[in-house]
C-alpha cells in the first residue's frame, strides 16, 4: 500500500490548526482571567470553557484527521480518502491518466470562496488526472464529501494535487497495468501520461 498525501487537505490542516491554536489560547487566558482576576460573563463563566472544548475538539479534526486523506494504492483498486468518507475505485474504471492542471479542468470563478481558496496556490500546478468510464455508486454525492476542486468539471474523473506527481503518475500506470495483465486484459494502445512513457525508457 502507498499513500500520496492531497496537497489541499494538508494546507487546509496547517492552517486551521495555526488560526485554532490561537483562538484557543485567546480563549485559556479569557477563562483564567474569569476565575483568578475579574469575572467576565458573571453566572455564564462556563461558555468560556465549552467554547475552549469546541475549539480543542476542531484542533483535533484538522490536526489528525483531516491529515488522513490521501490516495492509497493497492493491488486491485485505489482508494481516495477524505476526512469523513474513504471510496474504492477499481483499476478497470480508469480510462487514462494524464499530467494536467486544475486550470484545464474548471475556471475559478466557478468555485465558491472557500473552494477557491483551498485550490488557488495550486492552480496551475502540474497534477495528475484519473479518468474514469463512471463514477462507483459511493461517489454518487461526492460533492457533500469532497471539494469539487477534486473532480474535473469538463472530463469525468479526479484530480490529484500531489507533492511527487510524477511518482504517483508512474506508479498509478503500473499498478493499473499489472490489474489489466492478471485479469488477461490487454491494452489497444498506450493511454499512459507522457511522463510515465519517458521514464521507462
Not at 74 to 89: A, C, D, N, T
Not at 159 to 178: G, M, Y
Request: proline residues 4%.
Amino acid at each position: 500500500m502507498k499513500k500520496y498525501p492531497l496537497l489541499i487537505y494538508e494546507d487546509l490542516s496547517r492552517r486551521m490548526r495555526g488560526r485554532l491554536l490561537l483562538l484557543g489560547l485567546a480563549l485559556l487566558i479569557l477563562g483564567l482571567v474569569d476565575i483568578f482576576w475579574q469575572p467576565i460573563l458573571g453566572d455564564f463563566w462556563f461558555l468560556i470553557w465549552i467554547a475552549l472544548a469546541v475549539v480543542a475538539a476542531l484542533w483535533v479534526y484538522y490536526a489528525f484527521i483531516m491529515r488522513r486523506a490521501g490516495l492509497f494504492l493497492y493491488p486491485s483498486h485505489f482508494i481516495l480518502r477524505g476526512p469523513s468518507k474513504s471510496v474504492k475505485v477499481s483499476y478497470g474504471r480508469i480510462h487514462s491518466i494524464t499530467t494536467t492542471q486544475p486550470a484545464q479542468h474548471f475556471q475559478l470563478s466557478e468555485l465558491n470562496r472557500q473552494e477557491r481558496t483551498l485550490v488557488k496556490p495550486y492552480y496551475k500546478q502540474t497534477c495528475v488526472f484519473v479518468g474514469l468510464s463512471s463514477f462507483p455508486k459511493s461517489l454518487k454525492n461526492r460533492n457533500r464529501w469532497f471539494p469539487r476542486s477534486l473532480f474535473g468539471f469538463r472530463e469525468r474523473g479526479i484530480l490529484l494535487i500531489v507533492a511527487d506527481w510524477l511518482t504517483l503518475s508512474r506508479n498509478l500506470e503500473d499498478a493499473r497495468q499489472r490489474w489489466r495483465e492478471a485479469k488477461g486484459l490487454q491494452d489497444q494502445e498506450d493511454k499512459r501520461s507522457l511522463a510515465a512513457r519517458i521514464l521507462d525508457y
